[in-house]
C-alpha cells in the first residue's frame, strides 16, 4: 500500500512536471500531448469506477466520452454561428462558458449512462460486454447518419471555451485545468471507494447473492456506479473535445472504448492511479512505436498481449505489488 | 530513415541556380498510412514526393505523419506540426472530415493549407480562407461531372445511392444539380455497409435505365461486384474516387464499361501528365490514381510559388500560389476567387489493358468548372 | 403456541419437468430451531431460495412476521429481519472482517447510500459491526481480509453478518459444513446461544448437530415434506427410514 | 412496392442471416464451451478472406482458395489458442477483452504487412456468377443462393456435430462440467484447441464466401463481429440454435428495416429527408431488437440464464 501511494504521487509530479519543463523548452506540443494524457486518464478514472470498484465490464464506454463532447459542440456550435440554442419553447442561448458545459456534459453523460446501465445491467458477465458495445455502436451509427452536427464530418468549434479567470487558449494554462479536474476525479474516486457506497459495491461485485441477503439490492448499487462513471467519462468527452475544438462520432467508436478500457487495465484494474499510468504509458508507445513504423499497432498489439498475459496488476501492479488499497 | 515520419530532403545536386528566394520551406503532410483508408494517403505520398524529387529544391523539407484516418488524431499531429515543428504549411489529408477538423484551426493560425483531396463545401463557400487553396477540386465536382453526362450517355431515369453522412448527401446534391433526367429512386445506405442486396433489389424493380451511385473504398468494391452479379446490368456512373486505380482492380472484370466523373485521367493527352504516368510508374511500380496526381500537382504548386515569392512574406506567397503557375497534369489549370480550381469535367469508362484495369477518358462533361459555393465566399 | 415468525405455505416451484418445491408447508416459532434435513437433491437449496426471495415460486406464500412478503425481492426481505447464510461460504473476499460487518450493518440500516464519508469513520455503524464480530469471536481478526480466513472463522463472520440484520428469523444454509469437530461443537454452542437472538431454520447434514440442537425437525424428500416433529418422533418414523437410509446406503 | 420485391428483399436477407450464422456460431461455440470472450474472431474472418483471395489469385480457382481459407483459419486458431487463448480460461473476462483486442491489432496490421493497403481482388467462381430465374419470376443471383444453401447445410451439420457426435458429446460435457469431464479422462486441453479451431474455420469460411461478394480489405471483420454479438446477445451466448435464430432476426431485421422504413417514412414527410431520416433510424434497428429482447428475456431467446 505504502509503495503504491509513493509511486501514485511520483506519477502524479511527473504528470504536472513535464508540460512544465516542456514549457520551459518551448516544446508546446508535449504539453498537448500531457493534456491528452490527463483527459483520457479522466475518461479512464470513469470508467475505473464501473470496472474496477462495480466489476462490469463496459465495452462502451465510448458512447458517454463521445455525448460529453457532443454535449459541448451542442452548447458552443449556436455561438459560434450566433445563433440561439434554441427557440422553442423558451429561446436559450449557447454558452462557451466550460463550467456550464462540464455540468451539462457530466448530466448528459450520466443520463445516457443511466438508460444504458438500466438495461444492461439485468445482464452480467459477457452478455454485458456484448451488450455495453452493442449500444455503444448503435448511438455511433446514429451520430454519423443524423445531419445535424455535421454527422460523420463532425463539428469543429473553432476557439477553445472560455474559463473564468484563464486564457484556455495558452496550452499549459489548459493542461493546469484538465490536471486540476483530473485531481479532483482521483480524490473523489478515492473518497467514494472507502465510502458506504463504495463498501457497498465491492460487495455487489464480489458477491451480489451476499449483497442481497443483506438487504443492499446489488442492482441498484451498480446502476448507481455506472451511472456516476459514465457523468465522469462524459466530462472528460468535453475537455476532451475541447482539446481537439472538435468532435466527431470518431469519439463514440467502439475502438474508443477499446481504447479508454486499455488504459485502465494497462496502469492496473481498481488501482486509483491506474489510468493515469495507463493513459501515460499508452501515448507514449504510441508516439514512439508511431515514430517508428508504419505498422506500430502491430507492436502496440504485441506489447498489450505480452502485458496481459505476463504483467498481471497492470503497471501499478507490477510496480506496488499485489495489496489493494483497503484500510 | 523511418517510414512514416520521414524527414526528406531532397538532394541538393540538381538545385535550381536560379531561384532567386531561397528561404526554406518546411511542409507537414498528414494523410493516412495505416488503417483501412491507407491506400488513399499512400498515393498522396507518393505523388507529392515524386514531384518533390524531381524538382530536387534543398529548400523544401517535407514532414510526414500518419493521422490513422481519425480526426482527434489529425488535430494533435497538425498541433505539433504547428507547435514543434513550426512548419509553414500543411497538406495531405483525404478526407473531409478531417480537413473540417484541421483546416479552419491551421488557417486561423496563419498556416497555409493546400488540399490535395478533400474540400468541403463549407470550406469553399462561407469558410473559405485566404490561406486555404484546394488544388485538387471542389467535393461536388465529380458527382456534377457523373450528373452533367449522364443523360449524354442515355440516362433519363435514374436511381441515386450514397451513403448516409454528409458527404453522401452533398454528392446526391451534386449528381441532382446538372443532371437533366428523371430521378426514379433516392436511397441512402449505411456508412460501411458489405451487403447490397436490399438495394440491388430496389434498383431491379424501379424502373431505372441507369445508376448513380457515391460509394468510398471498400463500400464500392462491394457493391460493384454484386451489382455486376445480379445481373440487372443497367448502366453504372459515379465520380472517380469509387472507380480510381487503386480500387478496381479489386472488383475485376465486373467495373468494366462504368462510367464515372473525374478531371484526371492516367490517358490525359499532355505532355505534363505523360511524364507524371511515366515516371510513377518508373519509381513505384503500378499506375497513379487521382490522389496521385492531386498530390503531384500540389507539389508542383508549392514549387512554382517557391520560386516567386518568400513563404515569410504570406501576402505574396499567396499571391504566387494564386497564378498557378505550374504545368499541372489536368492541363489548363487556374484558382478562382475562392481558391479553388477551375478546370475540365470528363467522363471516363473503366477498360481492360492487358492484365490490368484502367481508366480511359469517353467525353468532357463540364467545361472550366468552378464550383457552387463561389457566392458564399465573401474574400 | 406463539404465532410464527417465519410462515411457508403451500410453495410450489417447478424446473421444467421437475418438481423441484412440491406444496412445502412450514412454520418457525419464537425461540426455537427447526432444522430442515433430506438426502441430496431433496430441493432443500431451492426452498431455501424460495424463503430467501432470490427465486420466484409457481405458487404458495412466504410470510414474515404477519406479513406476507412472496412478492419482495431478496434486499427487502432481508431488510425485514429475515438473515441468511449460504452453503458455500459468501462473504466479500477482498474486504476486511470489520468491512464485511459494516457491509452487513449498512445494509440491514439502508444506509448504503452515502458517498463522501468513510464508512469505517462512522462511529455508529463502525460500533455495531464490532459489537457482532465480538460476539462471534473474530475481534483479534478484523483486520483481515475475509478470503484469508479459517474456513471456521469465515462461517463465524457469516452469521455475524447475519446478526447484523437484527433479524427476526435466520435461515442458515449448513453452517457446519466443512468444519472438524472442534470447530462443529463450538459452532453448535454459537447457535443455541443465537436462538435466543430469533429463531433458526436449520438446514444441516451434520445429524450430530441437528439432534443436539434441534426443537422440531422436518424431513424434505423430492421437493416434499415427508415427516415433521421432534427429534424421538422423526428417528422412529419409518417413512423417514426408509426414505433416508435407502439413500444412505447408496451414498 | 410489390410482393415480388418483397420476396427478393426476404431471401436477401435470409442470406445475410445465414452469413452472420457462421460468424456467431463459432463464436458462441467457443463461449459455451471455454467460458471465452474473444473479440478477435472477425480477425479469423478477415484471415479467411485473404487466404480465399490470394490462393484463388495465384490458381485460378475459387474452391482451392475456398480450401485454403478453411485451412487458414483453422490453423490460425489453433495457433493462436495454443499460444495466448490456452492462458486465458482462468483469467476474467477483463483480461480476455484485453488480449483479444491486442489479437484484433496484431492481425490486423499483420495481415496489411504481408498483403499491403490496398483491397484484394476475389470473385465469384464462374458456375455460380449470375442470376437465375426462380419460380415466380424472380431474378435472384445464384450464388446467394447458394450461400443460403451452404449455411443451412453447416447448420445442419453442426447439429448433427453436438446432438450426434463424440465430439458433440464431449463439448456438451465440457460447457457443463470441465472437472467432470477431465476427470472422465478426455484431454481437455486439446478439445478446447479443436473446438477453437472449429470455430475460427467457420469465421473463416464465412470470410471467404462473403469475400467474393464484398472487398477484401484489412478491418472488414469487425463490423461483422459486432453484428454477430447481436446477434448471440438475441439467442442466447452458447446456444447454437440460438444463434441461428439470431442470426436469421438479424438479418431480416436489418435488411427489411432498410427497405421498408424510408418507404414508412415517405408517407408522412418529403422524400429527402425521409430517406435521410428513415436510413439513420434503420442502421440502429437491430440494436433496438437487441434491447427488446434483453427487456423480455435477460438471457436471450434460448439462454440459460
Not at chain 1, 75 to 93: G, I
Not at chain 1, 138 to 146: G, K, N, T
Not at chain 2, 20 to 39: D, F, H, N, R, Y
Request: aromatic share 8%.
Amino acid at each position: 500500500m505504502r509503495r503504491e501511494a509513493i509511486l501514485n504521487a511520483a506519477i502524479a509530479i511527473a504528470l504536472l512536471a513535464v508540460p512544465l519543463a516542456a514549457q520551459a523548452m518551448g516544446e508546446p506540443f508535449v504539453i498537448t500531448l500531457a493534456t491528452k494524457v490527463a483527459i483520457l486518464a479522466l475518461a479512464g478514472v470513469g470508467l475505473n469506477i464501473a470496472l474496477g470498484l462495480g466489476g462490469m465490464v463496459s465495452l462502451g464506454h465510448a458512447a458517454f466520452f463521445g455525448i460529453g463532447g457532443y454535449a459541448m459542440a451542442v452548447l458552443a456550435a449556436p455561438v459560434q454561428a450566433y445563433e440561439p440554442l434554441m427557440t422553442w419553447p423558451v429561446e436559450v442561448a449557447g454558452t462557451k462558458s466550460m463550467p456550464i458545459i462540464w455540468l451539462a456534459a457530466t448530466l448528459a453523460g450520466g443520463l445516457a449512462a443511466l438508460a444504458i446501465g438500466a438495461l444492461s445491467l439485468r445482464t452480467s458477465g459477457v452478455y454485458f460486454i456484448m451488450i455495453t458495445l452493442a449500444f455503444g455502436q448503435m448511438l455511433y451509427y446514429f451520430a454519423i447518419s443524423w445531419p445535424a452536427y455535421g454527422g460523420e464530418d463532425g463539428l469543429s468549434i473553432y476557439v477553445r471555451n472560455g474559463f473564468p479567470g484563464l486564457n484556455t487558449l495558452e496550452p499549459l494554462q489548459f493542461f493546469a485545468l484538465c490536471y486540476g479536474v483530473l485531481m479532483v476525479a482521483l480524490l473523489f474516486s478515492r473518497v467514494l471507494a472507502r465510502s458506504r457506497f463504495g463498501l457497498a459495491l465491492a460487495g455487489a461485485r464480489q458477491n451480489p447473492l451476499r449483497s442481497a441477503a443483506l438487504g443492499i439490492r446489488p442492482y441498484s448499487v451498480k446502476l448507481t456506479a455506472f451511472v456516476i462513471s459514465g457523468a465522469i467519462t462524459g466530462l472528460a468527452g468535453a475537455l476532451f473535445a475541447d482539446l481537439n475544438r472538435f468532435v466527431s462520432p470518431a469519439m463514440l467508436s467502439w475502438q474508443t472504448s477499446g481504447e479508454i478500457m486499455v488504459f485502465v487495465i494497462l496502469g492496473g484494474v481498481a488501482r486509483l492511479f491506474g489510468p493515469v499510468a495507463g493513459a501515460a504509458l499508452f501515448i507514449l508507445l504510441e508516439h514512439w512505436l508511431g515514430g517508428f513504423s508504419e505498422y506500430w499497432k502491430l507492436f502496440l498489439g504485441l506489447a498489450l498481449l505480452g502485458i496481459v498475459l505476463f504483467a498481471r496488476g497492470g503497471l501499478i501492479g507490477t510496480i506496488a505489488g499485489r495489496e489493494v488499497a483497503h484500510d | 530513415m523511418n517510414a512514416s515520419k520521414s524527414l526528406l530532403v531532397a538532394a541538393a545536386a540538381l538545385a535550381m541556380a536560379g531561384m532567386a528566394q531561397a528561404e526554406p520551406v518546411k511542409v507537414g503532410m498528414i494523410t493516412t498510412l495505416s488503417g483501412g483508408g491507407a491506400s488513399l494517403g499512400i498515393d498522396t505520398r507518393d505523388g507529392f514526393m515524386l514531384a518533390v524529387k524531381r524538382a530536387g529544391n534543398p529548400d523544401l523539407e517535407v514532414v510526414i505523419e500518419d493521422d490513422q484516418q481519425k480526426p482527434d488524431i489529425a488535430v494533435q499531429i497538425a498541433d505539433k506540426m504547428i507547435q514543434s515543428e513550426k512548419v509553414d504549411l500543411l497538406t495531405g489529408i483525404v478526407w473531409s472530415n478531417l480537413a473540417m477538423a484541421v483546416v479552419p484551426a491551421a488557417t486561423a493560425q496563419g498556416k497555409f493549407y493546400l488540399s490535395t483531396n478533400a474540400a468541403p463545401s463549407a470550406l469553399a463557400g462561407k469558410g473559405c480562407n485566404p490561406n486555404y487553396f484546394s488544388v485538387s477540386y471542389q467535393n461536388d465536382n465529380l458527382h456534377e461531372a457523373a450528373g452533367a453526362y449522364a443523360a449524354k450517355a442515355g440516362i433519363t431515369k435514374a436511381f441515386i445511392m450514397a451513403p448516409n453522412y454528409p458527404a453522401g448527401q452533398d454528392s446526391l446534391a451534386g449528381f441532382k444539380r446538372f443532371y437533366e433526367g428523371e430521378v426514379v429512386g433516392e436511397v441512402y445506405t449505411q456508412l460501411g455497409q458489405t451487403d447490397y442486396a436490399g438495394e440491388i433489389a430496389q434498383i431491379r424493380a424501379s424502373g431505372a435505365d441507369g445508376v448513380f451511385i457515391f460509394l468510398p473504398g471498400g463500400m464500392g468494391i462491394s457493391f460493384v461486384k454484386q451489382y455486376a452479379d445480379s445481373g440487372v446490368g443497367l448502366q453504372l456512373i459515379g465520380p472517380a474516387f469509387s472507380f480510381d486505380q487503386s480500387i478496381i482492380q479489386a472488383m475485376g472484370d465486373a467495373a468494366v464499361g462504368v462510367l464515372n466523373g473525374a478531371n484526371w485521367s492516367p490517358d490525359l493527352d499532355n505532355a505534363a501528365n505523360a511524364a507524371f504516368v511515366a515516371g510513377f510508374a518508373e519509381e513505384y511500380g503500378r499506375l497513379p490514381s487521382v490522389y496521385a496526381a492531386y498530390g503531384y500537382d500540389t507539389a508542383n504548386l508549392l514549387l512554382s510559388a517557391m520560386g516567386k515569392a518568400s513563404v515569410t512574406d504570406a501576402d505574396a506567397f499567396r499571391a504566387a500560389l494564386r497564378e498557378a503557375d505550374f504545368d499541372s497534369v489536368r492541363g489548363e489549370f487556374a484558382f478562382n476567387a475562392s481558391q479553388h480550381p477551375i478546370q475540365d469535367l470528363y467522363v471516363r469508362e473503366v477498360v481492360r489493358d492487358g492484365d490490368i484495369l484502367t481508366n480511359r477518358i469517353v467525353g468532357v462533361a463540364i467545361e472550366d468548372r468552378g464550383h457552387a459555393y463561389e457566392d458564399e465566399c465573401k474574400m | 403456541m406463539t404465532e410464527p415468525v417465519l410462515e411457508v405455505r403451500n410453495l410450489q416451484l417447478s424446473f421444467g419437468a421437475l418438481r423441484a418445491t412440491d406444496g412445502v408447508s412450514l412454520t418457525l416459532c419464537p425461540g426455537e430451531i427447526h432444522a430442515l434435513i433430506g438426502p441430496n437433491g431433496a430441493g432443500k437449496s431451492t426452498l431455501i431460495g424460495l424463503i430467501a426471495g432470490t427465486l420466484k415460486p409457481d405458487a404458495g406464500q412466504v410470510r414474515l412476521a404477519g406479513r406476507d412478503v412472496t412478492a419482495a425481492d431478496a434486499a427487502v426481505r432481508a431488510r425485514a429481519g429475515l438473515a441468511r447464510s449460504f452453503q458455500v461460504s459468501a462473504v466479500a473476499a477482498d474486504l476486511t472482517v470489520l468491512q464485511n460487518a459494516v457491509l452487513a450493518v449498512q445494509g440491514a440500516r439502508g444506509q448504503s447510500f452515502g458517498f463522501f464519508r468513510p464508512a469505517l469513520a462512522d462511529a455508529a455503524l463502525r460500533g455495531a459491526a464490532e459489537a457482532h464480530i465480538a460476539r462471534v469471536g473474530l475481534s483479534d481478526r478484523r483486520t483481515i481480509p475475509a478470503g484469508d480466513l479459517a474456513h471456521g472463522e469465515r462461517r463465524r463472520l457469516e452469521l455475524a453478518m447475519a446478526l447484523a440484520l437484527a433479524p427476526r428469523a435466520f435461515v442458515l444454509d449448513e453452517p457446519m459444513a466443512g468444519m472438524g469437530p472442534d470447530g462443529a461443537r463450538e459452532m453448535t454452542a454459537l447457535l443455541d446461544d443465537l436462538r435466543h437472538e430469533a429463531p433458526i431454520l436449520l438446514v444441516e447434514h451434520d445429524m450430530d448437530a441437528v439432534f443436539a440442537l434441534a426443537d422440531r425437525v422436518s424431513v424434505l424428500v423430492s421437493g416434499r415434506i415427508i415427516a415433521s416433529g421432534t427429534v424421538a418422533e422423526i428417528r422412529t418414523d419409518p417413512e423417514v427410514r426408509r426414505a433416508y437410509l435407502g439413500e444412505e446406503m447408496l451414498e | 412496392m410489390s410482393a415480388m420485391l418483397l420476396i427478393e428483399q426476404v431471401l436477401n436477407g435470409l442470406q445475410y442471416g445465414v452469413m452472420l450464422f457462421l460468424m456467431a456460431a463459432g463464436l458462441t461455440l467457443v463461449f459455451g464451451v471455454m467460458g471465452l470472450i474473444n473479440l478477435a474472431h472477425g480477425a479469423l474472418f478477415m484471415v479467411g478472406a485473404f487466404a480465399c483471395a490470394s490462393v484463388a489469385a495465384a490458381t485460378g480457382s475459387f474452391w482451392l482458395g475456398l480450401a485454403a481459407s478453411l485451412a487458414a483459419a483453422a490453423a490460425a486458431g489453433a495457433i493462436v489458442e495454443l499460444t495466448v487463448i490456452r492462458r486465458l480460461y482462468a483469467r476474467d473476462h477483463l483480461d480476455q477483452v484485453l488480449a483479444t483486442f491486442a489479437l484484433i491489432l496484431v492481425f490486423s496490421e499483420g495481415t496489411r504487412w504481408l498483403f499491403g493497403s490496398f483491397p484484394l481482388y476475389l470473385d465469384i467462381p464462374p458456375a455460380l456468377a449470375g442470376p437465375v430465374t426462380l419460380p415466380g419470376g424472380i431474378d435472384y443471383p445464384l450464388y446467394r443462393l447458394v450461400l443460403i444453401g451452404i449455411g443451412l447445410a453447416i447448420a445442419g451439420g453442426l447439429f448433427w456435430l453436438i446432438g450426434r457426435t463424440r465430439l458433440g458429446i464431449r463439448i456438451r460435457a465440457g460447457e457443463a462440467d470441465r472437472e467432470m469431464i477431465a476427470a472422465l479422462g478426455v484431454d481437455i486441453s486439446r478439445l478446447y484447441t479443436i473446438v477453437f479451431a472449429l470455430g475460427a474455420a467457420l469465421a473463416g469460411l464465412a470470410g471467404a464466401l462473403v469475400g467474393a461478394l464484398q472487398s477484401v480489405q484489412v478491418g472488414m471483420g469487425e463490423p461483422v463481429l459486432i453484428l454477430a454479438f447481436v446477434v448471440i446477445v438475441i439467442g442466447g451466448i452458447g446456444s447454437i440454435k440460438g444463434a441461428l435464430v439470431g442470426a436469421i432476426l438479424v438479418g431480416l431485421t436489418d435488411t427489411l428495416g432498410r427497405f421498408l422504413l424510408p418507404v414508412l417514412f415517405g408517407a408522412f414527410m418529403p422524400p429527402s429527408q425521409a430517406t435521410t431520416v428513415g436510413a439513420a433510424l434503420a442502421s440502429m434497428l437491430i440494436y433496438i431488437l437487441m434491447a427488446g429482447v434483453l427487456v423480455v428475456r435477460p438471457g436471450g431467446l434460448f439462454g440459460r440464464a
